[in-house]
């Protein structure tokens, strides 16, 4: 069967920011948090408009980061104990038939043995957990407080302390104007001021004094952004609201709302360090007893941040990362036939090619010509919707790593996308193959030998980053003078033959991007056992799929 793809359609797809809908669409939907202390599960109900209506909760204290001093190693009975959780997880989900949804923060996300713990809870517990940056993680956190507060018209400051990583977010509605993690956390803190959750002489001096050190530069950069209300969410502030509501004589049925007064962080410091020891503390009125041991370093943490800031004080959201995760996966679900990167996503892209591409309408001819050929081999090539998404990513981002040197420059690309905090919407692993594309956009092919980053794929992945960098080198090579001289292409697959046929704009000579585009078609051709030949045509052939 012949395909043949032209420009125009492919304009209008990439223009479009309609999202097919699903064929059908669950009842229920479940989203487990895999952080530093805990792991959290919720079931909820799909309700109208982006709502939901929570079923059920579930929640571990598996203490993952409970391994080396520098939280860089997940001990093998951290992982045990939290794979156990996943398959009572899974197990639950499946029971409401569930779709599920799973992330892990910074104890994974730092782990140098995260892969173990990832491929253990895909092969046991049946979950697939996707590592999210921590910018990612402030987004998704604020999409969750934006269901439980009333805040989304509100210049918003929010703060989650977590035991690994503390996220901080300025934002309005679900716009973001900062995020930025740190890597402070409540045990982090325990496990270097309060060992073994014991309050010395001078911890809590030398702790914050640590803490206003880190969060220095967090504060230099923050100084002047809005906020009419600050908002603390996670375990760690909800166990601090708590005592402060049994110290002012209240017993709340819920805490979301609840009015932690910064002034009020202060005595819970004192109050936390005059029993000095865990079994000492669980006696204090209002505390969470399974957090005992590291409420000391949470408590020091919030307050500093509330100084910092300042902030007179925080209302508490009881929905965070979880919920979040829910609403973020209900419109993955909803979204996923879409031709064209979120505009989050989208956004978040083109801000990096702003930042460190002085030629982005090359960014741009490229990307589009890459769709094409993406349309018209995807059936062949075993590729979709997402992939799609991913080698637009790619294809406008290829070039970024000139922003350090022209030399090695795709190795460079990798570097930055790899590690940019720009990248908002995507999960570790999206990133990762963005990178992978990105980097094998030229020079050497991947290479499992050869090329460690590839190798730690997974082989389907290792597909993915073969099949979308073959099908953008050939778009590059189509671009080769940056000066967008093919006007369209279009793709022939007859089945032995791939023909991609190059309509040049009027007047343009296009010998330098045949010949280009021609030889690097060699890779594509390699991975799918067939002749790929690039020829100039006019306008109305490329239409008809004539050659």
């Given at each position: 069967?012949?395909?043949?793809?032209?420009?125009?359609?492919?304009?209008?797809?990439?223009?479009?920011?309609?999202?097919?809908?699903?064929?059908?669409?669950?009842?229920?939907?479940?989203?487990?948090?895999?952080?530093?202390?805990?792991?959290?599960?919720?079931?909820?109900?799909?309700?109208?408009?982006?709502?939901?209506?929570?079923?059920?909760?579930?929640?571990?204290?598996?203490?993952?980061?409970?391994?080396?001093?520098?939280?860089?190693?997940?001990?093998?009975?951290?992982?045990?104990?939290?794979?156990?959780?996943?398959?009572?997880?899974?197990?639950?989900?499946?029971?409401?038939?569930?779709?599920?949804?799973?992330?892990?923060?910074?104890?994974?996300?730092?782990?140098?043995?995260?892969?173990?713990?990832?491929?253990?809870?895909?092969?046991?517990?049946?979950?697939?957990?996707?590592?999210?940056?921590?910018?990612?993680?402030?987004?998704?956190?604020?999409?969750?407080?934006?269901?439980?507060?009333?805040?989304?018209?509100?210049?918003?400051?929010?703060?989650?302390?977590?035991?690994?990583?503390?996220?901080?977010?300025?934002?309005?509605?679900?716009?973001?104007?900062?995020?930025?993690?740190?890597?402070?956390?409540?045990?982090?803190?325990?496990?270097?001021?309060?060992?073994?959750?014991?309050?010395?002489?001078?911890?809590?001096?030398?702790?914050?004094?640590?803490?206003?050190?880190?969060?220095?530069?967090?504060?230099?950069?923050?100084?002047?952004?809005?906020?009419?209300?600050?908002?603390?969410?996670?375990?760690?502030?909800?166990?601090?609201?708590?005592?402060?509501?049994?110290?002012?004589?209240?017993?709340?049925?819920?805490?979301?709302?609840?009015?932690?007064?910064?002034?009020?962080?202060?005595?819970?410091?004192?109050?936390?360090?005059?029993?000095?020891?865990?079994?000492?503390?669980?006696?204090?009125?209002?505390?969470?007893?399974?957090?005992?041991?590291?409420?000391?370093?949470?408590?020091?943490?919030?307050?500093?941040?509330a100084d910092l800031l300042g902030v007179k004080e925080f209302?508490?959201?009881?929905?965070?990362?979880?919920?979040?995760?829910?609403?973020?996966?209900?419109?993955?679900?909803?979204?996923?036939?879409?031709?064209?990167?979120?505009?989050?996503?989208?956004?978040?892209?083109?801000?990096?090619?702003?930042?460190?591409?002085?030629?982005?309408?090359?960014?741009?001819?490229?990307?589009?010509?890459?769709?094409?050929?993406?349309?018209?081999?995807?059936?062949?090539?075993?590729?979709?919707?997402?992939?799609?998404?991913?080698?637009e990513a790619a294809a406008l981002l290829a070039n970024v790593?000139?922003?350090?040197?022209?030399?090695?420059?795709?190795?460079?690309?990798?570097?930055?996308?790899?590690?940019?905090?720009?990248?908002?919407?995507?999960?570790?692993?999206?990133?990762?193959?963005?990178?992978?594309?990105?980097?094998?956009?030229?020079?050497?092919?991947?290479?499992?030998?050869?090329?460690?980053?590839?190798?730690?794929?997974?082989?389907?992945?290792?597909?993915?980053?073969?099949?979308?960098?073959?099908?953008?080198?050939?778009?590059?090579?189509?671009?080769?003078?940056?000066?967008?001289?093919?006007?369209?292409?279009?793709?022939?697959?007859?089945?032995?033959?791939?023909?991609?046929?190059?309509?040049?704009?009027?007047?343009?000579?296009?010998?330098?991007?045949?010949?280009?585009?021609?030889?690097?078609?060699?890779?594509?051709?390699?991975?799918?056992?067939?002749?790929?030949?690039?020829?100039?045509?006019?306008?109305?052939?490329?239409?008809?799929?004539?050659?």
């Amino acid at each position: 069967m012949t395909a043949v793809h032209g420009l125009a359609a492919a304009f209008e797809r990439l223009e479009s920011t309609e999202r097919t809908a699903p064929m059908s669409e669950p009842d229920t939907i479940a989203a487990i948090d895999i952080g530093t202390n805990s792991i959290h599960m919720v079931v909820a109900r799909i309700a109208a408009n982006d709502r939901f209506e929570v079923i059920t909760r579930e929640k571990e204290m598996v203490r993952l980061g409970s391994g080396l001093p520098e939280m860089k190693h997940l001990d093998d009975a951290a992982i045990d104990r939290g794979v156990e959780a996943l398959r009572r997880c899974r197990t639950l989900a499946d029971a409401w038939g569930a779709p599920t949804f799973a992330v892990a923060t910074s104890a994974v996300r730092e782990a140098r043995n995260a892969a173990e713990f990832i491929e253990r809870a895909r092969d046991e517990a049946g979950v697939e957990v996707s590592v999210i940056s921590g910018r990612e993680e402030a987004r998704l956190i604020q999409l969750g407080v934006l269901q439980a507060l009333p805040v989304y018209d509100t210049d918003l400051l929010l703060v989650d302390v977590g035991g690994g990583s503390t996220e901080v977010l300025f934002g309005r509605g679900s716009e973001v104007r900062y995020a930025r993690s740190v890597k402070l956390g409540s045990l982090r803190l325990t496990r270097e001021f309060f060992p073994g959750g014991v309050v010395e002489e001078g911890s809590i001096r030398r702790c914050r004094d640590q803490v206003r050190a880190r969060l220095a530069t967090l504060a230099r950069e923050t100084e002047g952004l809005p906020f009419d209300v600050a908002v603390a969410s996670s375990g760690t502030a909800e166990s601090l609201a708590a005592m402060v509501a049994i110290r002012h004589g209240m017993s709340p049925q819920s805490l979301n709302g609840f009015r932690l007064p910064a002034a009020d962080l202060g005595w819970l410091v004192d109050q936390l360090a005059s029993a000095p020891s865990p079994e000492e503390r669980r006696e204090l009125p209002g505390i969470d007893a399974a957090r005992a041991d590291i409420l000391v370093g949470g408590a020091v943490l919030l307050e500093q941040i509330a100084d910092l800031l300042g902030v007179k004080e925080f209302q508490i959201s009881e929905y965070a990362l979880r919920e979040g995760v829910l609403l973020d996966g209900l419109h993955r679900m909803r979204g996923g036939s879409t031709h064209h990167l979120s505009e989050l996503r989208r956004a978040s892209v083109f801000h990096l090619v702003e930042l460190c591409d002085d030629d982005p309408d090359h960014a741009l001819q490229v990307a589009r010509l890459a769709l094409i050929l993406h349309d018209g081999l995807a059936g062949r090539l075993g590729i979709g919707d997402a992939e799609r998404e991913l080698l637009e990513a790619a294809a406008l981002l290829a070039n970024v790593g000139l922003f350090i040197s022209h030399s090695r420059h795709h190795k460079h690309s990798y570097y930055v996308i790899r590690n940019s905090e720009h990248m908002m919407g995507f999960t570790d692993r999206e990133i990762e193959l963005i990178a992978q594309v990105a980097r094998y956009h030229r020079r050497s092919v991947p290479s499992v030998e050869k090329h460690p980053e590839f190798a730690a794929l997974t082989v389907d992945d290792q597909r993915v980053v073969s099949v979308l960098a073959s099908l953008l080198r050939i778009a590059i090579g189509l671009d080769r003078n940056h000066d967008a001289s093919v006007s369209d292409i279009a793709v022939v697959d007859d089945g032995e033959v791939v023909r991609i046929m190059v309509v040049p704009e009027p007047g343009a000579q296009i010998e330098v991007e045949l010949a280009t585009g021609a030889e690097r078609s060699g890779y594509l051709a390699d991975l799918i056992g067939a002749a790929v030949e690039v020829t100039v045509v006019s306008a109305s052939a490329a239409a008809g799929g004539v050659s």
